[in-house]
């Protein structure tokens, strides 16, 4: 939610030119409410019919609880975003770093689904981090980085709330493994272009924040710097 929040506005900027009255907008993955609630308030009154999928149940539970809460129209569709059929189609897509959860091998054919079920005339937003090429033979420092980085870090929340987590170890070291992997799997962003490009997409413009990420510190001797991107795509009529 805190990262989000720090991108609100230059997700607002970017998205306010497409927003039209009863959108029909797809969030593409979704982790929480975060994403739900700052395109709610980005449409502000102007009425959109919201639908998130992903394939997993916990957040579309929270996501259902929170729309009946705030009488936001927005329906859940528990489907793995890789399977969508293309029988229905939806007037603006958004991707919060869902391509950075897609393994290289598959991005285009996830890409490929994704501009299937744009209206023709609509617009996807595409956020993804972007940087330089990094290669497998640098997995083990990378992920030795952000490990240390974060069981640090957690480790502090943890003692000043007095909590304890069985198997905290264990579960940093799955998530050290599984971050390493989305970084070894980040696109430059001239790649990520021509993939659209490849699947009938036609980009729009290209919004680029440069962004230090402390947890990939490679033994101290520099910090990695990646940007955050949204890109902005159409599916012409």
Not at 16 to 41: E, H, K, N
Not at 55 to 70: G, T
Not at 86 to 108: C, K, M, P
């Amino acid at each position: 939610m805190k990262g989000l929040s720090s991108e609100e506005q230059i997700l607002s900027d970017v998205m306010r030119p497409f927003i039209r009255q009863d959108a029909r907008v797809l969030i593409g993955g979704s982790a929480d409410t975060g994403v739900l609630c700052s395109l709610g308030r980005i449409y502000g009154p102007v009425k959109a019919a919201f639908t998130v999928v992903d394939k997993c149940r916990s957040p579309l539970e929270l996501i259902r609880e929170f729309a009946a809460a705030k009488q936001v129209l927005c329906r859940t569709l528990n489907v793995d975003i890789l399977e969508i059929d293309g029988r229905e189609s939806w007037d603006q897509i958004v991707l919060h770093y869902t391509a950075n959860f897609i393994d290289a091998a598959h991005r285009e054919r996830f890409l490929a689904g994704v501009a299937r079920v744009l209206e023709p005339g609509g617009t996807l937003i595409c956020a993804v981090k972007t940087g330089e090429k990094v290669f497998s033979e640098q997995r083990e420092t990378l992920e030795a980085g952000f490990l240390t980085r974060s069981r640090g870090d957690l480790e502090d929340f943890l003692s000043r709330r007095r909590i304890e987590i069985d198997d905290l170890e264990k579960m940093l070291r799955a998530y050290a493994s599984a971050a390493t992997t989305r970084r070894l799997n980040m696109s430059m962003l001239p790649e990520m272009q021509d993939t659209l490009r490849n699947v009938g997409l036609r980009v729009l413009s290209v919004h680029s924040t440069p962004r230090k990420f402390r947890y990939y510190d490679e033994g101290g001797s520099r910090t990695r710097i990646d940007s955050s991107t949204l890109v902005v795509a159409t599916r012409d009529l």
